[in-house]
């Protein structure tokens, strides 16, 4: 399993992904962030805005226009960049340098289950930029908790 979790095998960002979203869940998305405290900033390129109250704004920009990152601290050590792309999916990734060792990784954990939790949707989380490739690991709602998915193999 370690192997899945080295930099150097699979790249430094895997992509953490809950699926078939709506507007909806991205709204429940910044309510989870603020109910937390997280600290967070929103950028578009090299501006710092303030957060949008409601979820449509994170989709509002104009062509040309670079696209908006909400990067968010859960712990202070982990930093998830979430990517606003599609009302349709939550993008998003975090540094597997950040996530080294236990302590690191069940702070990763947590993330994947408080976001799961949330949304009441399944968190899955790919090697960086493959998400064709089935998943290495999953918060899975049905079965309340983090699970091991790729092959050990």
Known sequence: ????????????????????????????????VRSHGWRCEYNRGDRVMPVPKSASGLFVFEPGEPRTLLTVWPDPSL????????????????????????ERLDAFCQLLRTLGDALQKDVCVYSEGDNTYPPMIAYLVAADRVVFLADPG
């Open 1 to 32: 399993m370690k192997q899945w979790f080295d930099p150097t095998e699979n790249g430094s960002a895997p992509d953490v992904v809950v699926a078939d979203t709506a507007l909806a869940d991205w709204q429940l998305l910044l309510g989870l």
């Open 79 to 102: 930093e998830w960049i979430i990517r606003p792309y599609a009302e349709e999916e939550i993008l998003s990734d975090v540094d597997l340098h950040q996530i080294q060792g236990q």
